[in-house]
Nanobody
Framework: QVQLVESGGGLVQAGGSLRLSCAASGSIYSINSMGWYRQVPGKQREVVATITDIGSTNYADSVKGRFSISRDGAKNTVYLQMNSLKPEDTAVYSC?????????????????WGQGTRVTVSS
């Protein structure tokens, strides 16, 4: 079974930093793009940052210059370093990855999602 597991959320004061991690596990053959998303109750989920398999990154305008996404291919892990946090960054953050994995003697490709980790920024 392949899955994504996030960690690193929590409570932090405005101006502080947090680092989120998301590790993929299972019979993984390869991982394409990975990304971080966030959702606030009553609002649509929004993309925060994405990174391709060759390291190209993209950020939401609201986090440019404050957040940084990176990945460790050997560990099948994507990170989100969040600096200068603001109360409006409060949300549940989820990671997603396009994963190709072994199954039944062949390969299968799916977009996986983690369970989400809560980030709360107090003013």
């Amino acid at each position: 079974q392949v899955q994504l597991v996030e960690s690193g959320g929590g409570l932090v004061q405005a101006g502080g930093s947090l680092r989120l991690s998301c590790a993929a596990s299972g019979s993984i053959y390869s991982i394409n793009s990975m990304g971080w998303y966030r959702q606030v109750p009553g609002k649509q989920r929004e993309v925060v940052a994405t990174i391709t398999d060759i390291g190209s990154t993209n950020y939401a305008d609201s986090v440019k210059g404050r957040f940084s996404i990176s990945r460790d291919g050997a560990k099948n892990t994507v990170y989100l370093q969040m600096n200068s946090l603001k109360p409006e960054d409060t949300a549940v953050y989820s990671c997603s990855a396009g994963v190709t994995y072994y199954r039944g003697g062949g390969f299968n490709t799916r977009d996986l999602w983690g369970q989400g980790t809560r980030v709360t920024v107090s003013s």
